[in-house]
């Protein structure tokens, strides 16, 4: 049996990040392998459209580019990644490095 790995989507290719693109890795056969994969993309999730405005965390809240408060869509998102996690009791995760709701 295979360890549950939550996974940004957009690391499988998936077409979530803001500019309409992936992040395809290039050793996901081998990740693929080893583990049984849970893709999330938390601004997909939680609402926002792909592509959309670039966005950033200021303080408790994340705004983007234009100006918008999006808190409440990264918020929700990042709830039904933690959900799939808890609901498949899944330990580990391998997320987007400088994602605004993935990574720092």
């Known amino acids: 049996m295979k360890t549950k790995l939550l996974i940004s989507a957009c690391l499988c290719g998936k077409n979530t990040k803001y500019s309409g693109g992936n992040n395809l890795l ?3 056969n081998e ?3 080893k583990f049984d994969l849970y893709l999330v993309c938390p601004e997909s999730d939680g609402g926002l459209t792909t592509p959309r405005d670039p966005s950033e ?3 408790n809240t994340v705004v ?3 100006g ?3 808190t409440k869509e990264f918020n929700l998102g990042a709830n039904i990644a ?3 996690a808890k ?10 490095e400088s994602s605004p709701s993935c990574g720092s």
């Open 57 to 59: 965390q200021r303080g």
């Open 26 to 28: 290039s050793r996901l």
């Open 87 to 96: 609901k498949n009791g899944i330990k580990y995760a391998l997320l987007k």
């Open 64 to 66: 983007s580019n234009k």
């Open 68 to 70: 918008v408060d999006v």
């Open 82 to 84: 933690l959900e799939v």
């Open 31 to 33: 990740i693929e392998e």
